[in-house]
């Protein structure tokens, strides 16, 4: 059967090669055609069932394509690869571009633009045959497992082809990092295996040419190595590849061994260095080989020693560190740390391909994947916080539904022809890398009696099966989650066996003999247990089930955690996230901030922003206040940060549960409702949206936000400082504001709100979206208190009309109601219901008028974070960035 469909499968991939892809009908019905001639000729009838599963396959195959992303240069970019083009032997790039094609099934417009990008960025980069002194720093900014090592391995491709000779990869601070980043390296450009000394991958296509490489998939760079293979080397005919941990020994060997003893004086060709996950070095740990002041005076150093040298970051945050560590805009561009690094020549931000599943669509208000599960058993067994000697004795029982999920959904990937590929579970709940060792081997008895119990059992009818409690266990599953699929139960439990067999349980951390190798071609299956081991670019390959019980609300920590971002084709459907309520409503905040941001570039290249503007753009968005705190907590007691609020929404995103907090809210809605109908300047008025008032005095404002008691999570609001200050701001040029209190669409028979005033209307109910626990409430899903159209209060009809003309028709995003000439700062105002026995609760926002891409930033207010109240609160970075054994 599995072959049969891998033959429908080839038959039509070949008719569809450098074709446009068709229409999901098209598709299925040229399918459908192609299993009639095999039919003929094979003697075997397709279900519609196989031939929706190849459809699946060859629409992630085909159909999905990627955009070009922004781009920011200096001013000085001179083109040179156009007049060279020509005259390059492109050997590296031609056979890694069919590899991509060919074995890793990558749709043909997504690499039609990989080689564009790679084009774009290879000239931004200087030309290797250039003489004389020259160095260009660049950053590439991607999205957390969106495929940043195939971009940089079609960079090294085309750099090795254009004349580059010393190509250095730096991935990561964790050895399991550098090895699996190797083995990409000995793949997709080498061509051959440095562990078993083999041809593999890209050699496919072309083997007569060969990379050397001074380091392997299970040995960092060492010395006498290093000099074993340069004796052996008679010239420099093919670039010499290094791939090394980021590591203060590892890069000061290095450094040396280029000073004092290479053969071939490497320091007079021209290098390329790539820093893959750029930002992480910055991450100050105290601990030396890992400190970012000794790890980038080593890298500088090495750049140092080459007359001829590129800079190429690559970082999955677009609040990179190099943006918003630095003290002031000065540091940034001309600091000891930074001035070396800085990318000042280009910053390209990629778009991901249609394809990719990222936290917008999971995690906001538009997800179309219904991934997420709460963990709420935990606390008893295994607590999202414990010390280092934690000894777990059972497996909270949502831990154990995640695990039967992932024999299920690996199950069904069977029956969908998934077969000869990894499946991988991850189940990141402590720190402790002795707390994860004895969750290992928990975990693996579980599997094991599961295994013990499906090979007994799963063979039977189903009556029969049933009166076993294991599949018993994973029949009630399968009914929770998967029913509603394709296949009935009956087909599930006959590939039990196949599913559950192979699974193994490894722990990845620095103390494990474990390895995470994908190099089967069989397919492994594996579930991964760790910590940090499990973050910054690892890759899970084929990753159905997340189990993730940490507690962190770092921006970037949570986004490098989530290892279920990335590609899922043909089995997107099936994959869970085990998670907190908590951590599911700040993965819902960090979509939105960061999809903000994203958008924000593509206004900025339109104004030819250089480098250094676009950093100043990262550094003064508000949501760079959450990085910069975490990565101060050492320097100091106060971290000031500017932040430019025009054309901003600041929201409260979390709200405290005491009773006290609650009243004083109300009151204060009160008191600012009675000045207002008291205000003879102020004009009322009824909308659909719920009551507004207009031509209100800043100071009303200003009062309402000083008063409001805030939760210390909502980080810009619990500052009101600064936001009173752009307020004054504002005033003092004269301007007048709108409040909106917001209510549902008004009926007849609507009841008096819960703030007197004698005003009606029917308040929002969020208590099903409401996290509540004994000091803070937050909202999953939709983290936003508020919706875009509310940002339309205080409009006239002929601003709202120009504005639809102005889009077209098209869904207006919120910042065009915000750069609408004559738009007022509006407060919004939310009355919230939540689930009994808890009271109404008062959540605002305030939406300040401008375009927040202008090419001058103006009026820029600063934050003043408490760096001990910070730590009492949220604890220590340490916490999330280390492993303690």
Not at 644 to 659: C, D, H, V, Y
Request: aromatic share 8%; net charge negative; proline share 4%.
């Amino acid at each position: 059967m599995m072959a049969d469909i891998q033959k429908l499968t080839d038959a039509v991939s070949l008719v569809l090669e450098n074709h446009e892809p068709p229409t999901e009908e098209a598709l299925y019905q040229l399918v459908k055609a192609q299993a009639t001639v095999i039919q003929l000729s094979e003697n075997y009838v397709f279900s519609d069932d196989e031939m929706s599963a190849v459809v699946r396959t060859l629409q992630a195959r085909f159909v999905h394509r990627m955009s070009m992303g922004a781009l920011f240069e200096a001013e000085d970019y001179r083109p040179w690869l156009p007049s060279r083009q020509g005259d390059i032997d492109w050997y590296y790039w031609k056979r890694y571009e069919k590899h991509l094609r060919t074995t890793k099934g990558f749709p043909p417009k997504v690499v039609r633009t990989l080689d564009q990008i790679t084009d774009k960025v290879l000239d931004r980069l200087e030309d290797p045959s250039k003489e004389g002194e020259w160095g260009r720093r660049g950053l590439v900014v991607g999205h957390v497992q969106s495929g940043k090592t195939a971009n940089y391995t079609g960079l090294i491709c085309k750099a090795a082809d254009a004349g580059y000779k010393v190509i250095i990869v730096l991935a990561g601070l964790l050895n399991s990092l550098r090895n699996q980043t190797q083995e990409r390296i000995d793949s997709d450009f080498m061509g051959w295996c440095t562990r078993m000394n083999e041809y593999v991958g890209a050699s496919r296509f072309g083997s007569e040419r060969r990379p050397v490489c001074f380091t392997t998939s299970i040995e960092d760079f060492k010395k006498a190595t290093a000099n074993s293979i340069a004796m052996n080397l008679d010239a420099l005919n093919e670039p010499i590849v290094f791939v090394l941990k980021k590591n203060k020994s590892t890069l000061e060997n290095l450094h040396r061994w280029l000073l004092e003893h290479n053969k071939h004086n490497l320091r007079e060709y021209s290098m390329l260095l790539i820093d893959d996950e750029a930002d992480h070095a910055s991450i100050n740990t105290n601990k030396e080989d890992k400190d970012p002041t000794t790890i980038n005076r080593a890298i500088r150093d090495i750049l140092s020693i080459f007359s001829r040298s590129s800079f190429v970051g690559y970082t999955a945050t677009p609040f990179a560190n190099i943006f918003v560590d630095p003290e002031t805009e000065d540091e940034m561009k001309n600091g000891e740390l930074y001035k070396d690094l800085f990318p000042r020549d280009f910053i390209l931000s990629l778009d991901p391909p249609d394809n990719y599943v990222g936290p917008h669509r999971i995690f906001t208000d538009g997800a179309d994947l219904d991934s997420v599960r709460p963990i709420d058993d935990n606390e008893d067994v295994l607590p999202l916080k414990h010390k280092i000697d934690f000894e777990p004795e059972a497996l909270p029982g949502t831990l154990e539904i995640a695990i039967d999920c992932f024999i299920l959904a690996k199950a069904i990937r069977l029956l969908r022809g998934q077969d000869s590929v990894h499946h991988s579970m991850m189940v990141n709940a402590s720190r402790f890398t002795r707390v994860q060792n004895e969750l290992k081997g928990i975990i693996a008895e579980r599997i094991k009696e599961t295994r013990y119990a499906i090979g007994n059992y799963a063979s039977l009818e189903f009556e029969q099966a049933l009166e076993n409690s294991v599949i018993e266990r994973l029949y009630k599953t399968w009914q929770q989650e998967y029913a509603s699929g394709e296949y009935e139960w009956h087909d599930v439990q006959g590939m039990l066996k196949e599913s559950v067999d192979p699974i193994e349980v490894i722990s990845v951390n620095s103390g494990s003999q474990d390895v995470l190798d994908y190099s089967d071609p069989d397919g492994r299956s594996v579930i991964a247990v760790g910590g940090i081991g499990l973050s910054r670019g690892l890759t899970l390959e084929g990753l159905l089930v997340s189990y993730f019980l940490r507690n962190s609300i770092m921006y970037d920590t949570l986004m490098q955690m989530g290892r279920w971002f990335g590609y899922r084709p043909g089995y997107e459907d099936l994959c869970r996230i085990f998670m907190t309520e908590d951590a599911e409503s700040w993965y819902s905040h960090i979509a939105g901030a960061t999809e903000e941001l994203r958008e924000d570039f593509h206004s900025m290249e339109k104004l030819k922003l250089t480098p250094i503007q676009f950093g100043l753009r990262v550094r003064s968005h508000p949501a760079s206040l959450i990085v910069t705190a975490r990565n101060k907590m050492r320097k100091g007691t106060t971290v000031p940060h500017s932040v430019s609020l025009t054309g901003r929404l600041i929201e409260t995103i979390a709200l405290p549960t005491g009773k006290d907090a609650t009243s004083n809210n109300i009151n204060l809605v009160h008191e600012i409702i009675s000045r207002l109908q008291n205000d003879e300047h102020s004009v009322y008025r009824r909308t659909q949206l719920g009551h507004e008032w207009d031509n209100v005095q800043l100071d009303c404002l200003a009062s309402f936000i000083e008063q409001f008691t805030n939760h210390p999570q909502s980080f810009y609001t619990f500052y009101s400082k600064a936001l009173v200050e752009y307020i004054d701001l504002l005033k003092a040029e004269g301007k007048q504001g709108v409040v909106l209190l917001k209510t549902l669409i008004p009926k007849e028979d609507d009841d008096l709100l819960p703030v007197g005033c004698n005003l009606t209307g029917r308040i929002q109910n969020r208590a099903s979206t409401a996290v509540i626990n004994d000091e803070v409430i937050s909202f999953k899903k939709k983290a936003r208190v508020g919706e875009p159209k509310d940002e339309a209060a205080g409009l006239t009809e002929n601003q709202l009309e120009e504005l639809k003309q102005r889009t077209a028709g098209k869904t207006i995003n919120p910042r065009e109601y915000r750069n609408v000439d004559g738009k007022k700062p509006l407060l919004i105002i939310h009355l919230l219901q939540l689930p009994s026995p808890h009271e109404t609760v008062v959540a605002y926002g305030i939406s300040f008028p401008g375009c927040a891409t202008t090419r001058r930033m103006e009026k820029l207010v600063e934050y003043v974070v408490n760096i001990p109240w910070w730590k009492n609160h949220y604890g220590d970075s340490e916490d999330e960035e280390s492993e303690e054994l």
